[in-house]
């Protein structure tokens, strides 16, 4: 257990909706990334927040978003979704952001 | 820019063989350089990782990895495989002084046959 909880571990939906995934870092740790996996692209860097500010971005499309809050977990808005945005999203988190990142078992996106 | 090259999608061996899974990178600044696997139906685990110092460095599982500067290369090695690691193997480099963001490869499929 790497200690970064994910939820929900399944999101199955329809075109075109909304949905959010959470994670909770490892317990201290103030750095946070979003990953994407699909069978097409690979494993992505989307976008990292540190101690609740954004500090880079990857190929995160604009109908996506994130945040980090003052309890240090975070969430990955998935708006207008499609087809292809079916995919695993990873969370993970470091104590500092040069440190070892610990991943989530991952959400799996299932757009319908 | 960064990349991560894995040549070998996949790399079927048998059990008690050797096996070497190979990464190469491409960067401009000095990197860290981490091998993830991941299991079937399981998120990504940190197997080991190159900061700084040696070379060479090891896992609790028997494997090993030698960063090569000259060659851009961190390859993957075990001397003895199990059925048990058969997983998905990914080798990632950071940026030293960037976010730290993972850039990864396209991951190598280690199959152990019996």
């Known amino acids: 257990d790497s200690g970064v909880t994910q939820t929900p571990k399944h999101l199955i939906t329809a075109t075109g909706q909304r949905v959010t995934l959470r994670c909770s870092p490892r317990?201290?740790?103030?750095?946070v990334y979003w990953y994407q996996q699909s069978l097409d692209q690979g494993l992505q860097f989307l976008i990292q927040?540190?101690?609740?500010?954004?500090?880079a971005k990857g190929n995160i499309l604009e109908r996506f978003s994130a945040q980090q809050f003052p309890d240090l977990h975070s969430e990955l808005n998935l708006s207008s979704l499609e087809l292809g945005d079916s995919a695993l999203y990873f969370c993970a988190s470091s104590a500092l952001t040069e440190d070892i990142q610990y991943f989530g078992a991952g959400t799996r996106l299932s757009v319908l | 820019a960064q990349s991560v090259t894995q040549l070998d999608s996949q790399v079927p061996v048998f059990e008690e063989a050797p096996v070497e899974l190979r990464c190469n990178y491409s960067?401009?600044?000095?990197?860290?350089l981490f091998w993830y696997v991941q299991y079937p139906n399981q998120g990504l685990q940190l197997l080991l990782k190159y900061l700084s110092g040696s070379t060479l460095v090891e896992s609790i599982n028997g494997f090993e990895a030698e960063f090569n500067k000259s060659q851009t290369s961190f390859h993957l090695r075990k001397p003895s495989v199990h059925i048990s690691d058969t997983a998905e193997y990914f080798c990632?480099?950071?940026?030293?002084?960037?976010?730290?963001?993972?850039?990864f490869g396209s991951g190598t499929r280690l199959l152990v046959r019996p």
């Open positions: 317990s201290g740790d103030l750095s």
């Open positions: 960067s401009s600044v000095s990197v860290y």
């Open positions: 927040y540190y101690n609740g500010e954004e500090r």
């Open positions: 990632a480099v950071s940026e030293v002084g960037s976010s730290y963001k993972l850039i």
